[in-house]
C-alpha cells in the first residue's frame, strides 16, 4: 500500500523567503507515479508536477523546484522567493499501490501561510 | 469552460434525505474519479471510471453512495439517506487516462452540508 508523510502541518514565512516542503512516501512498488498539487483558500485542487519513480532528475519551474531522491523515499518541493498567492496547502500525492495505476493517495498536507 | 466543472458548489440537505452531485470532466477525458475530502484532510479516493464502467468503487463507504456515468462523459455521485458525517466536499477529476498519462485534473468541488 501506498503512505506518504507529510511531516510539517503548517510553515508560516515572511514575503520573499525561500520554504522547502517535505514528503515522504512508502511504496513496494518499484514503478509509480509522484505528484504535488496546490489548494489555495479557494478550495480547488490544482495540479504543480507528476514525477516518475525512473527519473530522479531534479526540476525547476520558475519560482518552484523539485528534488526528488529515490534513495531516501522523499520528494521535497522548494518555493524561491516566496509570495503571498503562495498562501496555499499542499500535497503530495503517490499514485497507485496494489496493482492501481490511477489512485491518488492523499496525505493530510502541508499549509503554507506567506506573510507580506 | 475548459475545465472540470462540478455542480451544485453547495447543497445543504437534512439528514435522511437523498442527494445528487453532478461532474461534467474535461472534454476528451476517458478517466474520471470522485474523491471526498473532510476538514483538515487530503482528498481520499471514493470511485473511478473508465468511460462508463466503474473500474473501482472500493473507496465508496457504504451502499448509500453510488455513481453513475452512463455515457462515459459527466458523472452523477448519488447519496441515499444521508448522515451527518456525510458532509464533506465532494471532488471530482479526470484524466486523459491512467499511469502516465494520469495527470488528474480536479473541479472546484461540492461542498455538502447535512443537518
Known amino acids: 500500500a501506498q503512505k506518504v508523510t507529510q511531516a510539517q502541518t503548517e510553515i508560516s514565512v515572511v514575503e520573499k523567503e525561500d520554504v522547502t516542503l517535505d514528503c515522504v512516501y512508502e511504496?513496494?512498488?518499484?514503478?509509480?507515479?509522484l505528484f504535488w498539487y496546490k489548494q489555495p483558500p479557494s478550495g480547488e485542487l490544482v495540479f504543480l508536477i507528476r514525477?516518475?519513480?525512473?527519473?530522479?532528475q531534479n526540476e525547476i519551474s520558475g519560482r518552484y523546484s523539485w528534488n526528488f531522491q529515490k534513495s531516501t523515499s522523499s520528494f521535497n518541493f522548494t518555493i524561491t522567493a516566496s509570495q503571498v498567492v503562495d498562501s496555499a496547502v499542499y500535497f503530495c500525492?503517490?499514485?497507485?499501490?496494489?496493482?492501481?495505476?490511477?489512485?491518488?493517495?492523499f496525505g493530510k498536507g502541508t499549509l503554507l501561510t506567506v506573510n507580506p | 469552460g475548459a475545465g472540470v466543472s462540478q455542480t451544485p458548489s453547495n447543497k445543504v440537505t437534512e439528514k435522511g434525505k437523498y442527494v445528487e452531485l453532478r461532474c461534467d470532466p474535461i472534454?476528451?477525458?476517458?478517466?474520471l474519479y470522485w474523491y471526498r475530502q473532510s476538514l483538515g484532510q487530503g482528498p481520499e479516493f471514493l470511485i473511478y471510471?473508465?468511460?462508463?464502467?466503474?473500474?473501482?468503487d472500493s473507496g465508496l463507504p457504504n451502499d448509500r453512495f453510488f455513481a453513475v456515468r452512463p455515457e462515459g462523459s459527466v458523472s452523477t455521485l448519488k447519496i441515499q439517506r444521508t448522515e451527518r458525517g456525510d458532509s464533506a466536499v465532494y471532488l471530482c477529476?479526470?484524466?486523459?487516462?491512467?499511469?502516465?498519462?494520469?495527470?488528474?485534473?480536479f473541479g472546484p468541488g461540492t461542498r455538502l452540508t447535512v443537518l
Open positions: 500525492a503517490p499514485l497507485g499501490g496494489g496493482g492501481s495505476n490511477y489512485k491518488l493517495t
Open positions: 514525477r516518475n519513480s525512473f527519473d530522479e
Open positions: 477529476a479526470s484524466s486523459q487516462g491512467t499511469g502516465r498519462y494520469n495527470e488528474q485534473f
Open positions: 511504496t513496494r512498488d518499484t514503478t509509480y507515479y
Open positions: 471510471f473508465q468511460g462508463t464502467g466503474a473500474a473501482d
Open positions: 472534454s476528451g477525458h476517458t478517466a
